[in-house]
């Protein structure tokens, strides 16, 4: 089930030309250019090496290549933020005691020398459950050009376990664009890409797979797949319901090749098939993968808040919208941010009534991070507000909360990692 070469090389060169095109079309003409020309380019996601940070980045200079770009977060429960720096060879981990202005000294996750593999989407996940045990997964070269490990330390950030495959056929099919999830039980759960299923690889698509992962023994379970046709490389976007089901809103490849979105949802009885339904409607159609993938919050009201980019005949740019029955009717698709700018990569937190989004724009001298907020559960919202900028390639920003303020974490080529409150 191993990809030929040449299809990661093609892979690799496509994202090198979309993050460079990303980075400059702040202008109409270089936003024209960059929709019909990278878009039509990209037919298959990258899992390229991670590229390493500038000498002397804010925060790095401890590291042995100075650390890496696509970083994730998570605070544990005393309040504490633990971040997972992925760079060419290892993971290493750190953590900061006074939000995120200085961290500790890094831990290195595997000991043995691996071909990590990472990007925006492709991005190593990290959380924290509520007895301080730490899980990490993250993707890298194995007997497949890409699959994900995973590792668990149960003594707070000490030590990990040896890291190991997720998937029980990780070395016969790639795995990638892993993602964790914890139910309002504090279980946690690993969803991820899996390509075990395909046969023909002129037909595109993935199957979404999912485990747990065992607090007390730090083993997963039997992988189960939840459903196929899933667009190739967009990342898994996750909550969980009032029931406590897992609820994924992902983009699927629909009938003559549409890229829109879909809510999917695990029962709690394993005997019964997975829901999926499909909730956006902007006939993207393109033959590729826009690596761009959607948000989902969840609020304590089992309201559901979603975000998305499309590209399609219907709408272009970001979006949101809400539903009040557990995702079978959605409100009025709600653009927000400057579409001249290239609005992108967007995430949201609801937490009762307060609503958060955020989002970044390339204004052709600088990545902007914007926030826009919502008290009334979605209805109206107050103007969007820049909250920092950065004048270097920038990763994509994620809303985070320690249970007393809501933070984006944010990273940046050579100014270094932010922890933003915006509350």
């Not at 990278?38 to 298959?44: E, M």
């Not at 991005?123 to 007997?143: F, L, N, Q």
């Not at 339904?277 to 919050?297: K, L, Y």
């Not at 109206?380 to 985070?400: G, I, N, R």
Request: glycine residues 8%.
């Amino acid at each position: 089930m191993k990809k030929p070469a040449a299809h990661n090389h093609v892979q690799t060169t496509q994202k090198g030309f979309f993050g460079r095109l990303l980075q400059h079309s702040g202008h109409p003409l270089r936003l024209l250019l960059f929709t019909s020309i990278a878009l039509a380019l990209i037919s298959s996601c990258s899992h390229s090496n991670q590229v390493n940070l500038g000498a002397g980045t804010t925060n790095y200079s401890h590291y042995p290549d100075g650390g890496g770009l696509f970083v994730s977060t998570a605070f544990d429960p005393d309040g504490r933020l633990w971040r997972v720096v992925p760079e060419k060879k290892h993971i290493y981990i750190d953590v900061s005691d006074d939000l995120g202005k200085t961290f500790s000294v890094p831990i290195v996750i595997n000991n043995e020398s691996q071909q990590i593999k990472v990007s925006g989407e492709n991005r190593p996940s990290i959380v924290v459950d509520r007895t301080g045990h730490i899980y990490v997964i993250y993707a890298a070269e194995s007997t497949q050009p890409v699959a994900i490990f995973y590792s668990v330390s149960k003594d707070n950030g000490l030590s990990f376990s040896k890291p190991m495959p997720l998937s029980d056929k990780a070395a016969d099919a790639n795995t990638f664009q892993g993602r964790f999830g914890v139910n309002r039980d504090g279980k946690v759960y690993a969803f991820w890409h899996d390509e075990r299923n395909r046969t023909d690889w002129q037909q595109p698509g993935n199957a979404i797979y999912y485990t747990s992962i065992d607090s007390n023994t730090g083993t997963s379970a039997s992988a189960q797949k939840i459903s196929d046709t899933l667009c190739d490389c967009c990342r898994i976007a996750t909550a969980f319901d009032k029931g406590n089901q897992a609820v994924l809103f992902t983009r699927f490849i629909y009938p003559v090749g549409i890229r829109d979105h879909g809510l999917l949802i695990t029962q709690a009885d394993d005997d019964k098939e997975p829901l999926t339904w499909r909730v956006t409607f902007d006939n993207w159609i393109i033959e590729g993968c826009p690596e761009h993938g959607p948000a989902i919050s969840i609020s304590d009201d089992n309201r559901y808040h979603i975000v998305w980019f499309t590209q399609g005949s219907v709408r272009q740019g970001l979006f949101y919208a809400y539903s009040t029955d557990e995702g079978q009717h959605f409100s009025k698709p709600l653009a927000f941010g400057e579409l001249k700018n290239m609005p992108s990569h967007p995430d949201i937190m609801a937490r009762g009534k307060h609503v958060i989004l955020t989002w970044t724009e390339f204004n052709g001298r600088q990545t902007q991070l914007f926030v826009m907020h919502s008290n009334d559960g979605g209805e109206t919202w107050l103007p969007p507000k820049p909250v920092a900028q950065f004048s270097s390639e920038a990763d994509f920003p994620f809303l985070l909360s320690n249970n007393q303020a809501v933070f984006v974490s944010w990273n940046s080529r050579t100014e270094g990692y932010r922890l933003i409150p915006v509350n």
